[in-house]
């Protein structure tokens, strides 16, 4: 079953090839843009009112 999990197959991914590594990084920051920009969102919002 813990082939089927996403991470662990990026995760397995990465370590077999180097190569891979650089998106497994864009995935990350990609995560990151979109968690801040859900908070500037809810900030935006509060800040309207």
Do not use: C, S
């Not at 079953?1 to 180097?18: C, F, G, V």
Request: aromatic share 4%; net charge positive.
């Amino acid at each position: 079953m813990k082939a089927l999990d996403p991470n662990y197959t990026i995760i397995k991914l990465t370590k077999d090839d180097k190569r891979l590594t650089p998106l497994f990084v864009v995935l990350i920051i990609a995560e990151i843009l979109q968690a801040v920009g859900i908070v500037v969102l809810i900030l935006t919002v509060l800040l309207r009112h």
